[in-house]
């Protein structure tokens, strides 16, 4: 079974500092790659997705995330985070020919005005 | 406006008493489904469907079920709920086969005594 997984689940950073959130997976196969975040109270919102084509993907609010297909990673950046950044990121992955998604435990982030 | 919607938002229950959370979609998505969410284990999939008459089990089914009866509509059921079902429930739905963008409902808090 494909499973996800996501270090440092709790980071504090400072206004302008930048932020990056590693995301590993076990499977070996073609995999759909997601980060999705979730503000305070809210539900979950896509950031950005890749699923084929230039491994560096461009999302909103400017995140970026790299796919290194030998690492089996997917990592989210962003150069100079905001106070309004403060959320819950998740990673997740679906295994091509599979129709369930897997989501990593999350990465809280905090961001220190 | 596209959205998926969940009823009730909150709701506290005791150990046994059947209840049902209502999902639904106004985007004509073929794939839906439930996830759980509970601290340091992010989000966990209970069940999806691919559509009309067609849902599967995802990581937890134990203790849920659910029904398609109509393309919109994705409810949860607990039948005999029990206190280690308290968490946070989310609905989702997609587009297309397989997995693409998830879009997800504001959440149910369930309380369970």
């Known amino acids: 079974a494909q499973s996800v997984s996501q270090h440092n689940h709790h980071v504090i950073l400072s206004e302008a500092a930048s932020l990056e959130l590693g995301c590993n997976y076990s499977?070996?196969?073609?995999?759909?790659l997601f980060w999705y975040v979730q503000y305070p109270g809210q539900h979950l919102q896509l950031l950005l997705k890749?699923?084929?084509?230039?491994?560096l993907v461009k999302g909103i609010k400017g995140f970026e995330a790299e796919f290194i297909k030998s690492k089996f990673s997917f990592n989210l950046r962003k150069p100079s985070v905001q106070w309004s950044d403060t959320a819950e990121y998740f990673c997740?992955?679906?295994?091509?020919?599979?129709?369930?998604?897997?989501f990593g435990k999350g990465n809280q982030v905090v961001v220190i005005p | 406006e596209a959205q998926v919607t969940q009823n009730p938002r909150y709701l506290i229950t005791v150990t046994g008493k059947k209840l049902t959370v209502t999902c639904s979609q106004n985007m004509n998505h073929e794939y839906m489904s439930w996830y759980r969410q509970d601290p340091g284990l992010g989000l966990r999939q209970i069940y999806y469907s691919m559509n009309v008459e067609v849902t599967d089990k995802g990581d937890v089914p134990e203790g849920y079920k659910v029904s398609r009866k109509e393309k919109r509509n994705f409810p949860l059921i607990l039948e005999s709920p029990s206190p280690n079902q308290t968490s946070l429930y989310f609905c989702?739905?997609?587009?297309?086969?397989?997995?693409?963008?998830?879009?997800f409902g504001p959440g149910t808090r369930l309380t369970v005594t």
């Open positions: 499977y070996g196969g073609t995999v759909n």
């Open positions: 890749y699923f084929s084509g230039d491994p």
């Open positions: 989702a739905s997609s587009s297309s086969e397989g997995i693409n963008e998830q879009y």
């Open positions: 997740a992955v679906n295994t091509h020919g599979n129709n369930r998604l897997a």
